[in-house]
């Protein structure tokens, strides 16, 4: 089988496929043929090399086949790609195939049949293919592998064809009249006959041209033919594969121009701005570089406002990203900075010390705090500093993404980028030093008069519950209530400076329990044997119950970092280890802290006003360091890019280096041009093959069930008549076929038909040949010898149609 297309004007007549007997093709040969104003040929696996002589481009086919198949009769799935320009093809690919062998010869594998089988059904499967199925005259058409194998994958016959070959070698008497006239075993498409040269005629160097004459003066001049002599031979196959490619491209062109024109409407408007581009206006690169400037700036504005019409989906950028530092990473990086609880009661221990001196201090002193509490607000100044850093950073980069529609210019593009960006870090160290400021401001007065502030006057017991300080909050276990009380149950605790309370839930509506912290410890206790519980108890110094008639109130928790945590928490408070217990405490830091419930109780008291004081800062620093950072970084930048870029960039570079061009752009602007007139001219022909055009509908579906019976059982004979039999041909030398009349032109495109292997009396068919005349009575079969050799076909009939 093959795959063959033709233009209809002008003859390619060059003979450049292998013939031979047996299986002669052996790989398949996928042809380009390519509209071009040379004729050469190119071989894929020779790039670079053209061949001119097409008898070399025969041979080196031949010996790309022996490459990879060997010399003796293998066969190979791997093609051969030939291109071969002419101006006088169309752009279609054709695709010679191996005719199937069902006797392996030679190196041929067990299985040659199903391999060739399967290499043919990988091409003749794609419903852009039109199918030849080539079959001899001589041989019996019902048992026509071609035949069957397109039927597989074109049920409905409509990119099937049928070809009939070697009419000339059939018995005298015989001919394939019915089946050309497709009223014997019928396709949709119908047969069309063909006549190639004999190998004799190959061997004494008749040229193709020749032959098809002679294939026209055959077709004349035999009586069963020369009615529709017009419809047969390969100038007929040649148009009736035209008229497919027509049909073809006919179907496809409502969508084809749909595509196009959506294409052209995208580039339009592109397209219009470089009409009317013109480079050596020197008033055009001053208002392009103003345009420029000014489209910069309502881009950095949208971005940093947030309407942009370019929304970025995938990340945070530009005000975004800033809102984000200032509401979320700013105020994350205060809460970093927790202090070391132990850390923090040394220094207010030592404070306290070091300012009473060799007395011992009757009140908590107020330069304890101070000093506490400027030292805490010195360490605000980095997570401050860092966030300008970090908006400075995102400023750039939006520059960056704004000088993006600038790339058509570079040197302005590195210009504009240079220029903002140094802007931007001077901005930054100035918004730096006023923040230092702002910082060293808060230290330089602590005002406890503020309103928010505890203070020392508003500080102690008679304090409503809801401004006493909370120390710590949490769930924990009361281990040592009895079973027959309810056994051991989890409470919601809160302790503050001076009690510990238990409410039955985290709600704290419904308060089981407060205990004074006066006089009371805390010591650990061991863990049980069965219980996972990590415990510790509070008791009485002065041996009181603690709660109830308890003496003890053990407490458990799930970790014992939790217990750690808590017993922290209840230093704060004032409520210390016990002495034997906090020997044993590896991580004690006896030496650190005393003892002196007195001194103590100061430290909790300046501890709690630091943390009421350090709020205040927080909530202020909070609100001013982003307030100053877009008036002194952001909003000077908006300005600046308003006001000041433009002329910067006058005063940087010369406006014709500034307003160069790229390479890149001036070549965007060619294709684009070029684009928009191929598809203008593109659009043009395709209006042109609509109304210059016309599409032939395919043919009636047809009774084509005999395909689909088994090679073994032919359909029965539709009479008695003794049927001449055309397996074995006889040669019969030219000068058999009497004289040749005058050929005229070749008549109008026509339907095609089919060849017998029975031709015999039929029961009823339409007849669409009345009046054409009675066909010649087919004689019994001559006892003749058949060749030696059976002629090879497919190859001729490409070279033909090529």
Not at 73 to 87: A, D, E, Q, W
Not at 275 to 303: G, H, I, W
Not at 465 to 487: A, D, E, F, H, Y
Request: net charge neutral.
């Amino acid at each position: 089988g093959a795959v063959c297309c033709r233009s209809l004007d002008g003859t390619l007549c060059v003979d450049f496929l292998p013939r031979g007997s047996g299986i002669v093709t052996r790989r398949p040969l996928v042809l380009q043929l390519i509209t071009a104003k040379t004729e050469y040929a190119e071989f894929l696996h020779c790039k670079g090399r053209k061949f001119t002589d097409f008898d070399e481009v025969r041979q080196e086919i031949e010996a790309e086949t022996d490459r990879v198949t060997g010399l003796n009769k293998g066969i190979s799935s791997v093609p051969i790609n030939l291109r071969v320009y002419s101006p006088h093809v169309l752009s279609l690919t054709l695709i010679d195939l191996p005719g199937i062998t069902k006797v392996p010869v030679g190196d041929q594998p067990p299985d040659i049949e199903q391999q060739i089988r399967d290499m043919i059904m990988q091409f003749i499967s794609r419903e852009n293919c039109l199918i030849l199925a080539v079959t001899p005259a001589n041989t019996d058409l019902a048992n026509s592998d071609a035949l069957k194998l397109a039927k597989e994958v074109d049920p409905q016959g409509l990119r099937t064809i049928g070809v009939i070959t070697k009419l000339d070698l059939m018995d005298e008497g015989t001919d394939a009249r019915e089946i050309l006239e497709n009223k014997l075993l019928p396709l949709r498409r119908g047969y069309i006959g063909v006549v190639n040269r004999s190998q004799k005629d190959i061997d004494g160097k008749k040229d193709i041209k020749a032959a098809m004459l002679a294939e026209r003066k055959f077709f004349l001049s035999h009586p069963a033919y020369r009615h529709m002599a017009d419809r047969m031979g390969t100038p007929h196959l040649q148009k009736v594969l035209n008229q497919q490619l027509t049909n073809h491209i006919r179907d496809t062109l409502p969508a084809f121009r749909s595509k196009l024109q959506s294409q052209l409407l995208s580039i339009e408007h592109e397209v219009e701005t470089y009409k009317n581009f013109k480079p050596e206006d020197p008033t055009r690169k001053t208002k392009v570089l103003l345009q420029m400037v000014q489209q910069f700036s309502v881009d950095f504005e949208k971005r940093i406002e947030g309407s942009g019409d370019q929304v970025d989906t995938l990340e945070l950028s530009g005000g975004a990203k800033i809102n984000r530092v200032f509401h979320e990473r700013f105020p994350f990086e205060l809460v970093k900075m927790e202090f070391n609880e132990k850390e923090l009661r040394r220094e207010i221990s030592y404070a306290i010390k070091n300012i009473h001196g060799i007395r011992t201090g009757l009140f908590t002193p107020d330069m304890a705090f101070e000093a506490i509490v400027k030292k805490q607000i010195v360490k605000l100044k980095e997570p401050c500093l860092k966030s300008v850093d970090l908006v400075m950073q995102e400023l750039i980069n939006t520059v960056k993404k704004c000088t993006k529609k600038l790339a058509t210019y570079p040197r302005l593009c590195e210009e504009t980028e240079r220029i903002v960006a140094g802007h931007i870090r001077e901005r930054e160290e100035k918004t730096k030093e006023q923040v230092l400021l702002l910082i060293d401001i808060q230290v330089s007065y602590i005002n406890t008069n503020h309103e928010d502030f505890i203070g020392f006057a508003k500080y102690g017991t008679n304090l409503p519950p809801s401004r006493q300080i909370v120390i710590r909050k949490g769930w924990l276990t009361i281990n040592n209530i009895g079973i027959m009380k309810g056994g051991s149950k989890e409470y919601w605790f809160v302790l503050t400076a001076e009690s510990l309370s238990w409410y039955k839930d985290d709600e704290e509506k419904e308060k089981k329990y407060m205990l004074p912290l006066d006089n009371l410890k805390v010591r650990d206790v061991e863990k049980s044997f069965m219980s996972s519980k990590h415990i510790f108890a509070l008791f009485n110094t002065e041996q009181r119950n603690v709660y109830k008639d308890y003496r003890f109130l053990e407490l458990a928790c799930d970790a014992q970092e939790e217990v750690d945590s808590w017993k922290a928490s209840l230093l704060r408070a004032g409520v210390y280890p016990d002495k034997s217990s906090a020997e044993n405490d590896e991580t004690s830091q006896a030496d650190n802290f005393s003892m002196d419930p007195q001194l103590e109780r100061q430290v909790e008291t300046i501890r709690n006003l630091v943390d009421s004081y350090m709020s205040i800062i927080n909530k202020c620093i909070r609100d001013l360091i982003p307030k100053t950072i877009m008036h002194l970084m952001i909003n000077n930048v908006k300005e600046f890019i308003n006001a000041e870029l433009l002329a910067h960039l006058y005063s940087s570079e010369d406006q014709a280096t500034l307003m160069e061009e790229s390479a890149e752009q001036a070549q965007r602007r060619e294709e684009g041009l070029h684009m928009y007139q191929a598809l203008k001219e593109a659009l043009a022909i395709i209006g042109d093959i609509s109304t210059t055009t016309i599409s032939i509908p395919a043919p009636p579906p047809v009774n084509d069930s005999w395909l689909q019976q088994s090679h073994r059982s032919p359909p029965p004979s539709p009479s008695t008549q003794r049927r001449p039999t055309l397996n074995n041909p006889p040669t019969r030398p030219l000068s058999g076929r009497g004289p040749a009349p005058a050929i005229p032109s070749p008549g109008p495109l026509s339907g095609a038909p089919p060849v017998p292997f029975r031709p015999g009396p039929l029961p009823p068919f339409p007849n669409n040949s009345e009046g054409l005349g009675t066909p010649p009575q087919i004689p019994s079969r001559p006892t003749r010898a058949p060749p030696s050799v059976p002629r090879p076909v497919r190859s001729e009939l490409i070279h033909r149609i090529v």
